[in-house]
């Protein structure tokens, strides 16, 4: 591996040439059945260093950090830690060394309190209520504040990425893992995440972060191994690199730009009139008069920060909670309020909800299973008995891998195998493979590469412009900008008007998002 010399920020340091890496992984090789998911892959971590871990969906990054953290044990090849050759038999080794992680699917126990899943990663004895304390101060210091005393369940999705965080911090660790960390968060969160890494890196704490997202790449990372189909194929200075070329890097091709030329809406195909629900937890988010019609050949995107009432919003849409009246939602004209999900489907929807494994696909089931179980209700061609719905399933499989270049080892894998970018690719192409006339769709290009995002993308601007009405529920400003037609933004379960996305700015959004929407009350 080349020293190199970061450019990048005032905190900037240089790489170095001569010392120790705190981390070093010798020709690791880790095989799956006959899927090679690293193969000869050296890495070195210098301390204080934050360190960008890139690669397409599947090249194998998580595979990596997993056997850094020992959960995954590799066939060959050697980890040192500050020089020394070390065998890492899992996770609780890794900890006792210095190494963190924070994980891309959270492993937090939801009917606990915030300080008593921290607890269980704790010294036995340690009191819960010193605990409480710490994590009150800690979470302060590092600008992640929380609720000692908070239920998990009750907590957005960025706030369990702190409660991670936190419970990482708490173990004094000298690496810190992140698989990507600001996939969940807002554009505000992910920013204070960020000086909070970067004050663990002045400390001395080394960060080892895989992101897509290629721009807070270039403004954060010192240094920077690319990954390919299982092997390292370039290692660089970030801060050197544009997003094209780093995109290139990893992709090992120009990455396609999204064509949208100006829709010609329609007909409203999905309407929300005057939809109020009340929440179900004690610390949800009730919807308050949301207004919104979506239609034919349009994107309408809703912006806004977590935990807002979007997954409230999409629960009522998707039929997972019933709406108190039926004709406060309707699709193609028909009252679907009090509908389940199936007879939405058979209404012409689909849903891709935010949470892909256990949500968006069951991780136990081969993906041919997870098709029949989206569709035996819907009467499209999976037919209800036996083979042929096997088998129609089986071609659903390989038509959503062609088009959207799921890569997997096997030709029918359980959907756990699948690295978390290829499931996004696959869940999205599911849904937008049956052509639905209404779509509905949360954090589309959640934990996908740049060439997928493109791909998924187009897919669903394609899908508009054919007749369909889109909505995108979406934390991803750029991708907001880069897809809808029309905007609306979603702020403690109010929505604002959607407006012509030409005619919004990101300080309108940001203003929307800080409660203007309140103000400005529902409508469409
Ligand atoms: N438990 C497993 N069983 C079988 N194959 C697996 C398993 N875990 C990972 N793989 C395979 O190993 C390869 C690398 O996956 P990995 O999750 O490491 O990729 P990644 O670079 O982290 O991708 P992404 O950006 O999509 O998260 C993939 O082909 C994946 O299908």
Redesign the pocket.
Known sequence: MDATTSTNGAGARPRASGGTPLLEARHVV?R??S?T??DDVSLKVMPGEIHALL????????????ILYGA?QPNAGEILWKGRPVSIASPAEARALGIGMVF?HFSLFEALTVAENIALAMPKGTRLKDLAHTIETVSRDYGLPLDPGAYVADLSVGERQRVEIVRCLLQDPELIIM??PTSVLTPQEADQLFVTLKRLASEGCAILY?S?RLEEVRAICDHATV?RR?RVVAETDPGRETVGTLARLMVGAEVAEVRRDKGLPGRDRLVLDRLSVPSREAFGVSLKDVSLAVRAGEIVAIAGVAGNGQSELFDVLSGETSAPRDDMIRLDGAAVGHHGVNARRRAGAAFVPEERLGHGAVPGLRLSENVVLTRHGTGEGIASRGFTRVRAAGKVVEDVTGMFDV???VPD??A?????????KFVVGREVHRSPGILVVAQPTW???AGAAAVIRQAMIDLARGGAAVLVISQDLDEIFEVADRIAVISRGHLSPATDAAAMTRETIGLLMAGGAEKTGGGA
């Open positions: 880790k799956f059945g899927n998911a690293n690669g397409e969906n599947g090249a194998g990054k998580s595979t990596l950090v997993k995954l891309q698989d990507e895989i897509h990954m299982a890569r997997k080892g894998p359980e756990r195998s699948l690295s978390g970018g290829n499931l996004q934990g996908v590469d």
